[in-house]
């Protein structure tokens, strides 16, 4: 399709086990983030990638979380040793740069039992 | 830090009516915003945006207002139709930045 894909859709799992979410971008987008949105919340911002440049990873909670992209495309967000407070929605979003209109996928939700 | 709020939660509104939403910022370094749909199980979906360089901008039923003496923005949307029920955010940004900042959330109903 032509929008944002994040998959899996949804994602149970239990505490202490690492997880992987995936985000395939709109092509061309040069700008890729990843935000965490939590029940009734608005959006948290995690990581920001742009082009071949060194990513901004101000966001991120904790060390437990990593991400990387591929190619300037696919991107992988890894959350090790989950905890219960790592459930959210995990949303990516990418555009054509950082001050352009972002185009959203439809989330990760993953639930830590 | 950053900070962007609403000034209300909820809004319920007659089918053909027009809906206001309200947003307020901190940063007056901020000129671009954006405002956002997000449908339950669904990721946010542009509405429109509009840089500090503009008060008003249009789209298709809707308008953004942007008055940034009192860091407010507004987001209207005219004859407001069951498919408007949604949660609206908005988002801003200063042009140096790499981080949008999200509000969190209106949720809007409109009643058949």
């Known amino acids: 399709g032509a929008g944002v894909s994040q998959s899996p859709s949804n994602k149970v799992t239990e505490k202490g086990k690492d997880v992987e979410l995936r985000c395939d971008p709109i092509s061309g987008h040069t700008a890729l983030y990843w935000y965490r949105q939590s029940l009734g919340q608005g959006l948290e911002f995690l990581i920001y990638?742009?082009?071949?440049?060194?990513?901004?990873k101000s966001g991120l909670p904790s060390d437990r979380f990593s991400a990387e992209r591929t190619g300037g495309s696919v991107s992988t967000l890894t959350i090790q040793r989950t905890q219960q407070e790592d459930s959210a929605v995990y949303l990516c979003a990418s555009s054509f740069g950082s001050n352009q209109p972002q185009h959203f996928g439809d989330g990760t939700r993953l639930s830590i039992l | 830090g950053e900070s962007v709020g609403l000034h209300l939660p909820t809004l319920s509104v007659q089918e053909g009516d027009n809906s206001i939403i309200n947003c307020a910022y901190s940063n007056s370094a901020s000129d671009y915003f954006i405002w956002y749909k997000q449908e339950s199980g669904k990721g946010p979906q542009f509405i429109i945006d509009?840089?500090?360089?503009?008060d008003k901008r249009q789209g298709q039923r809707v308008t953004v207002l942007l008055n940034k003496t009192v860091k407010h923005l507004s987001l209207q949307i005219a004859a407001t139709q069951p498919g408007d029920s949604a949660v609206y955010f908005c988002a801003e940004k200063d042009l140096t930045g790499n981080q949008f900042y999200f509000g969190t959330g209106t949720s809007l109903t409109v009643i058949p």
């Open positions: 509009i840089r500090s360089n503009m």
């Open positions: 990638f742009q082009g071949n440049s060194a990513p901004d």
